[in-house]
């Protein structure tokens, strides 16, 4: 995963930003703990390295690769929405009884659809690995959650077949108990 930001990052700002970002990445995999601080000073250095809109597209991107590499997830969905007959039936199953660790409510074409990583233990604050081990008292970077925008926007954009428009309102890695995401379409 971490080689993938690099790649992504080589690829939209070039290899000297990639590099000045992912300085220090031989600590990745000492321990879930020192990767996941690696992984929130990365991100300090790409807020300080680029623009709003360029980190948002990589990590879009990380989260749209993550989301191809992940195929259960999106399996998953797939195959609940194969047993409903609309979609609107899809979307009231999945507000009434969601895939653990997720939930959704829906307003006409807007949808929120929440992680719970807390769902799945006291102390988890994201499902990525990456950052799973980050200490309670750190919060990360939104940038970092562009990631899961980009996951979330290839999971729907699949899911209904058309384009989504994707915004992350709140995120657990941040310091919310849960990540919300809006969703229009």
Do not use: H
Request: net charge positive; hydrophobic share 35%; proline share 3%.
């Amino acid at each position: 995963m971490v080689e993938g930001i690099a790649k992504v990052l080589e690829k939209r700002c070039g290899k000297d930003t990639s590099r000045k970002v992912m300085t220090g990445r031989d600590q990745v995999g000492a321990s879930k703990r020192d990767t996941a601080l690696w992984v929130k000073s990365a991100m300090e250095r790409m807020d300080g390295l680029l623009g709003s809109k360029e980190r948002t597209a990589v990590m879009e991107e990380c989260g749209r690769n993550c989301c191809d590499i992940n195929k259960g997830v999106a399996s998953t969905f797939m195959n609940r929405k194969a047993g409903c007959d609309s979609l609107d039936e899809f979307l009231e199953r999945e507000a009434q009884k969601p895939v653990r660790g997720t939930k959704l409510s829906r307003k006409g074409n807007e949808i929120r659809f929440y992680y719970t990583p807390r769902s799945f233990g006291k102390g988890m604050r994201c499902y990525c690995q990456l950052v799973s081990a980050l200490p309670a008292s750190e919060t990360m970077s939104p940038t970092y959650c562009m990631c899961s925008v980009g996951f979330v926007k290839s999971l729907w954009e699949r899911l209904l077949d058309k384009p989504v428009r994707v915004s992350l309102v709140r995120s657990a890695i941040t310091g919310s108990d849960e990540c919300e995401f809006k969703i229009r379409f």
